[in-house]
């Protein structure tokens, strides 16, 4: 009996001992040589894994930093210039500041803007919505409000507005991670600029149709009249398609675009809000527009009160 | 023992309440909208402008590429625009709008009820089939002339007429083959001649033993006056749906199964619609484009009396079709284009009828309203119901979570979008919804696959 345990433990050590021995010698042989600068990368990363580099985790856009000659073509919009830099610093490489983005939904479909024309009651997804038809409004081409958007985002920056029905994104959480703008199946999501201060100046529609077509399926619609394009001082704004858009590497925040809009499809968000003036000069233009821009700015200012403490000092 | 098909299908409610109504002439509305994507591919291009002059039959929209077809005038008339319009499901298609006047048909076409017997030669039926812009009018409105000609070292041994109309409500084509059943078998000896002379079946199933009766002596009588009507068929077929599908008509005709993405002419069969042979008796024999076509108006809440099988012309507004019947029915929330399985529901009744236009059907709220979503129980209902033989509940959770290789390997590209699957599954899961999601993404990366490996 203790001879068969003594044997049994023998046998087992001895075969445990070779077998580390083995092992040890193919781990040798077989090892693959990873650069350690990887790891070090890998740890200044946010650790989110969401794709929004392009790759398919933060491990992979760290192998990615650590193999490309410089980090021009690699950016982690979740952490943003300050990550960048400690990457940089890692490897020891210089990296140029990139402006901060921020997811803008380019809709102004709200209820009340534009009138539903049927009810859908299919599966709620927009992408499934989508393939079916054209949506529960007039409009063709904007937000259907099924919130595919809200699902994909990882940080819980977006979130559908019970009353507007329009989702919103919070300029705080929004890492321009851009999983919101492939999942639009309507591509009415873009990141853009989050500019100086945080103000904005965009065209928050995405309507191609004609402009009466456009007007009649939302009061709110981008007509492509082109006046914003007009009085646009830098050439920042081009109509196409019946469609004005602005492009947030030439504007320069001047708002001239936003009080031409005949029907208010310009935002200009987390400017200060002025107070408003005793006899505001008469341009009959002018009314829609603020009336439009004003929940706007509201909300916003909401999150970010930044804008009226500006205005005071 | 009847033929059917051998994997899945399922056994809904034929609810054909608009069999016994007898078709309709339907008045000529005041202004036509002729949609230019009336058919699979390509959409035609406009070749008239504002302020024409056009007679019915005239063409008004070429086919532009190999995959499409022409487009006729279905009324005479002044163009009065050609531009965008929002179509039934409300994305913008070119429309040419014609305001109405009088009824007079373009030259050379014959427009009486004479039936013509003696079959031309192929090279006329060919052109004369493309020429005339006939698609095929089953559903998928594939081009018919392309269909005819199969590519070389293809043979067919069956040409398949589809009689089966299985999906429930519809009664247009069990319309037509009683009351134009002549039209329609001199319709399929055409394409036999086509085809080499293959063999022809026409496959109507057991519910509608009115249809079988009346095309069985057509034939027995047509078979007496000439030898070209030798070799056509009727085969009576066991009820179930999808029988109409492609594959599973073939299937259940000749016993051959289609491979996954193959062609019905791999396995040597062509099927055709019997409205589709209709279209090709009055193309070739009448020289009459595919102008007119027969359309249900049914639903369960539409009394008897207003149920209705319609001869329309192709651009009649969908209200125009509705005020004829007295209106939508109170109990109606929703209209489909098509049957109730495979229809699409219609968000826009502004829209025109196109050359496929088989139906408008009435569903009441008890009939629409879905069902509360639950967990998937595994009970394998799908499985059993595909008539693809594919593993519905298998690929919306693969669907879900974004695997597209899998996808592919378990054949997701091979949905036909019966909708056997939602219609079986007892969670209410919206089983179809999200496969025809992924069908589309799986289908675009093969496509692109192939583009690569080609250059």
Wanted: aromatic share 4%.
């Amino acid at each position: 009996m203790t001879t068969t345990i003594i044997w049994t433990i023998a046998i087992i050590t001895l075969l445990g001992a070779l077998l580390a021995v083995v092992l040890y010698l193919v781990a040798k042989k077989f090892k693959v040589e990873e650069d350690p600068r990887i790891d070090e990368v890998e740890k200044v990363l946010p650790g989110a894994n969401c794709g929004g580099c392009g790759h398919a985790g933060c491990r992979a856009f760290a192998q990615s930093c650590v193999e490309a000659p410089n980090l021009d073509n690699n950016f982690c919009p979740v952490g943003g210039n300050d990550t960048m830099k400690k990457v940089a610093s890692v490897l020891g490489v210089e990296v140029k500041e990139k402006a901060p983005m921020v997811a803008v939904v380019r809709c102004n479909g709200t209820c009340e803007n534009r009138p539903r024309t049927n009810e859908y009651g299919g599966y709620s997804s927009c992408r499934v919505k989508a393939a079916l038809y054209s949506g529960d409004t007039g409009c063709s081409f904007g937000c259907l409000g099924c919130g595919d958007c809200v699902s994909v985002c990882q940080f819980g920056a977006i979130a559908m507005n019970p009353e507007t029905g329009l989702p919103e994104v919070d300029q705080e959480k929004c890492t321009a991670c851009g999983a919101c703008v492939k999942a639009c199946p309507k591509a009415i999501i873009e990141l853009r600029n989050k500019g100086a201060r945080n103000k904005r100046v965009f065209v928050s529609c995405v309507n191609r149709d004609k402009g009466a077509v456009a007007r009649k399926a939302c009061k709110a619609a981008c007509i492509g009249c082109g006046k914003c394009a007009k009085a646009c001082p830098f050439g920042a704004i081009t109509v196409e398609n019946n469609l004005a858009y602005i492009d947030f590497t030439k504007c320069k925040l001047c708002k001239k675009c936003v009080a031409e809009c005949p029907t208010g499809a310009i935002h200009a968000v987390n400017f200060p809000v002025l107070k408003p003036k005793p006899a505001p000069v008469a341009k009959p233009a002018e009314v829609p527009v603020k009336a439009e821009a004003a929940p706007a700015q509201k909300e916003q200012a909401a999150v970010n009160p930044q804008p009226t403490e500006k205005k005071e000092e | 023992m009847k033929k059917t098909f051998s994997i899945g299908g399922i056994h809904p409610n034929d609810s054909k309440i608009s069999s016994d109504c007898k078709i309709n002439v339907l008045p000529v509305p005041s202004t036509v909208c002729i949609s230019m994507a009336q058919h699979l591919g390509a959409p035609a291009n406009p070749v008239v402008a504002a302020g024409d002059k056009v007679k019915a039959g005239q063409v008004i929209g070429e086919p532009a590429g190999f995959i499409s077809a022409f487009v006729h005038s279905s009324v005479s008339g002044t163009v009065k625009s050609v531009g965008p319009r929002k179509d039934l499901a409300g994305n913008n298609v070119n429309h040419i709008e014609i305001a109405v006047e009088g009824d007079e048909w373009a030259d050379g076409i014959d427009m009486t009820e004479t039936i013509v017997r003696e079959i031309p030669d192929n090279e006329t039926i060919i052109s004369r089939i493309k020429a005339n812009g006939v698609v095929g009018l089953g559903g998928a409105t594939f081009p018919t002339h392309v269909k005819l000609c199969p590519p070389p070292g293809k043979k067919a041994d069956f040409l398949i007429l589809n009689g089966a109309e299985c999906e429930p409500y519809l009664t247009s084509d069990y319309r037509i083959m009683l009351e134009k059943p002549e039209q329609i078998v001199i319709g399929a000896a055409i394409m036999r001649q086509v085809l080499g002379n293959p063999r022809t079946i026409i496959g109507i199933e057991d519910n509608k033993p009115e249809a079988v009766k009346t095309m069985s002596s057509v034939v027995a009588k047509l078979k007496v006056l000439s030898p070209s009507f030798h070799g056509i068929e009727i085969m009576p077929l066991k009820k179930k749906y999808p029988q109409g599908g492609e594959k599973q008509l073939i299937d259940a005709v000749t016993g051959r199964q289609v491979k996954s993405m193959g062609l019905p002419i791999d396995v040597g069969a062509v099927v055709q619609n019997v409205a589709t042979s209709l279209a090709v008796y009055d193309a070739v024999q009448k020289n009459r484009p595919l102008v007119t076509n027969t359309l249900t108006v049914t639903g369960d809440c539409l009394p008897g009396d207003r149920q209705r099988n319609f001869l329309f012309r192709i651009g009649t507004p969908l209200s125009f079709i509705v005020d004829q019947i007295g209106g939508i029915p109170e109990e109606a929330v929703k209209v489909v284009s098509g049957g109730p399985m495979m229809g699409k529901a219609i968000s826009n009744l502004d829209a025109t009828t196109v050359k496929g236009s088989s139906s408008l059907l009435f569903l009441t709220a008890a009939q629409t309203v879905r069902k509360a979503e639950s967990n998937c129980i595994r009970c394998g209902k799908c499985t059993e119901a595909c008539p693809m033989g594919l593993e519905p509940f298998l690929l919306n959770k693969l669907a879900r979570n974004g695997m597209m290789e899998e996808l592919e390997e378990n054949a997701v590209q091979d949905c036909i979008e019966c909708g056997c699957c939602l219609y079986s599954c007892p969670a209410n899961i919206p089983l179809l919804d999200i496969i025809r999601i992924a069908k589309g993404d799986v289908i675009k990366i093969i496509r692109g696959r192939q583009a690569a490996a080609k250059k």
